[in-house]
């Protein structure tokens, strides 16, 4: 919707400055990628950690569902007294990464739908992308729907996410530990349907290293 926003300044009764600004509103739900301004592309896509959201109650369900699908019965994020390697803080990351994909998967019933419904033109490149709660109430994610359920899934367990967006696609990864220079593991989001954990961190990783290579 297109409307008209006003700015004045006042000093008493004394007008310092006053403007009519055309301002553009959006759907809660519509992603502005980027849009062009004076020939020059401007890149907003860091904007979709907005659709982040770790702390609203059916994210908190969901990390206590998981919680059923761990070996211990717990998530725990980085708080792994036994760690001392990086293949023991892998094991212990991944397990409750699997445990949230498996809750996903068996008790929420999310399966993988395209739907790319974007309003791009020459000035700008927008798209709808589904909060997690609504992802989970509809059981239906696409690739960024999925992304940024699983990154608020990740960010309330405790274990730091990433978005990582490539052209045409986006998927998610995490630090394995909390070091500085922990190691990144990922995980592709549109398999959930189909395919277990395992299959779906492999191909994860595996588009991670190409855009890498």
């Known amino acids: 919707a297109e409307l008209l926003g006003g700015v004045r300044v006042e000093v008493g009764d004394e007008v310092l400055d006053e403007e009519t600004i ?43 569902i998981s919680a059923e699908y761990h070996p211990d019965r717990t998530i725990s994020g980085y708080q792994c007294h036994d760690c001392e390697t990086a293949g023991d803080w892998q094991i212990a990351t991944d397990l409750q990464v699997q445990a949230i994909y498996t809750a996903l998967q068996e008790q929420y019933n999310i399966i993988y739908i395209n739907t790319p419904i ?22 239906s994610a696409n690739c960024i729907d999925g992304a940024v359920l699983f990154a608020s899934a990740l960010e309330s367990a405790g274990i730091n996410p990433y978005i990582v967006l490539i052209p045409g696609h986006s998927f998610v990864c995490w630090d394995i530990s ?36």
């Open 178 to 213: 909390a070091e500085s220079e922990s190691s990144i593991d990922c995980l592709e989001p549109t398999m959930i349907q189909n395919y277990d954990f395992l299959d779906a961190e492999e191909v994860g990783i595996g588009e991670y290293q190409d855009e890498i290579d």
């Open 118 to 139: 974007s309003y791009t033109s020459k000035e700008e490149a927008s798209q709808r992308v589904k909060l997690p709660k609504e992802s989970m109430d509809l059981a």
């Open 22 to 64: 055309p301002t553009k509103l959006y759907s809660k739900d519509t992603m502005v990628w980027g849009f062009s301004e004076d020939d020059e592309f401007i890149d907003t896509a860091y904007l979709i950690g907005a659709w982040v959201t770790p702390h609203v109650t059916e994210i908190d369900q969901l990390i206590r």
